[in-house]
């Protein structure tokens, strides 16, 4: 049974960083694309930053852009979502998720075609 598991949420003041980090169990990490997603009370779900099954190539939405750093390392089993120079309206609830790709080099931005969910880290920006 493959399950994602998530680590590195908390709160945090405005400018600062932290390094949210997801494994996977049950199955081989090098076979998956993989992302972050948040959401923030009475939002809906967002993208914040997807990586390819090799962990080359990256896609991030426009508001992380530039403070948001995703990287995956197939030998270590990890994907990583470094976070830096936050806001107040980065404040969410983190999710990793990852879906089975049979191609190395591309990616996917829509939540709806991930098939594994992390159970969720808290991530909270305030002075």
């Known amino acids: 049974q493959v399950a994602l598991v998530e680590s590195g949420g908390g709160l945090v003041q405005p400018g600062g960083s932290l390094r949210l980090s997801c494994a996977i169990s049950?199955?081989?990490?090098?076979?998956?694309?993989m992302g972050w997603f948040r959401q923030a009370p009475g939002k809906e779900r967002e993208l914040v930053a997807v990586?390819?099954?090799?962990?080359?190539?990256?896609y991030y939405s426009d508001s992380v852009k530039g403070r948001f750093t995703i990287s995956k390392d197939n030998v270590k089993n990890s994907l990583l979502l470094q976070m830096n120079s936050l806001k107040p309206e980065d404040t969410a609830v983190y999710y990793c998720?990852?879906?089975?790709?049979?191609?190395?080099?591309?990616?996917?931005?829509?939540?709806?075609?991930?098939?594994?969910w992390g159970q969720g880290t808290q991530v909270t920006v305030s002075s």
């Open positions: 998720a990852a879906r089975r790709s049979l191609t190395t080099t591309g990616y996917v931005t829509r939540a709806g075609d991930y098939n594994y």
């Open positions: 990586i390819s099954r090799n962990g080359e190539n990256t």
């Open positions: 049950g199955d081989t990490f090098g076979a998956y694309g």
